[in-house]
Nanobody, 114 residues
Framework: QVQLVESGGGLVQPGGSLRLSCATS????????MGWFRQVTGNQRELVAI??????NYADSVKGRFTISTDNGKNTVFLQMNSLKPEDTAVYYC?????????WGQGTQVTVSS
């Protein structure tokens, strides 16, 4: 059974940094994209960053502050978040897309507050 296991969320002060990790367990074949979304209660889930064959894409609100990357084996996807702002507070979800199936992590809470 395929699972995406996220870690690295938590509470951080404005201007601080966090690094999210998402490890895949089980066998996922034919990955075409890996990325991160976030959701605030009552709002739609929104794209934060995604990495696919065409490169990386970021939401305008995080450009220059967040960086998505993977390990060499592409079993883990990371999101380095710098210069965090209160408006970055959300549940962050890992996302992996194959040619046939999307996979989601369980979500990790990121809270930016003084």
């Amino acid at each position: 059974q395929v699972q995406l296991v996220e870690s690295g969320g938590g509470l951080v002060q404005p201007g601080g940094s966090l690094r999210l990790s998402c490890a895949t367990s089980g066998s996922i074949f034919g990955i075409t994209a890996m990325g991160w979304f976030r959701q605030v209660t009552g709002n739609q889930r929104e794209l934060v960053a995604i990495l696919d064959s065409s490169g990386t894409n970021y939401a305008d609100s995080v450009k220059g502050r967040f960086t998505i990357s993977t390990d060499n084996g592409k079993n883990t996807v990371f999101l380095q978040m710098n210069s965090l702002k209160p408006e970055d507070t959300a549940v962050y979800y890992c996302y992996v897309l194959t040619q046939t199936t999307p996979f989601w992590g369980q979500g990790t809470q990121v809270t930016v507050s003084s």
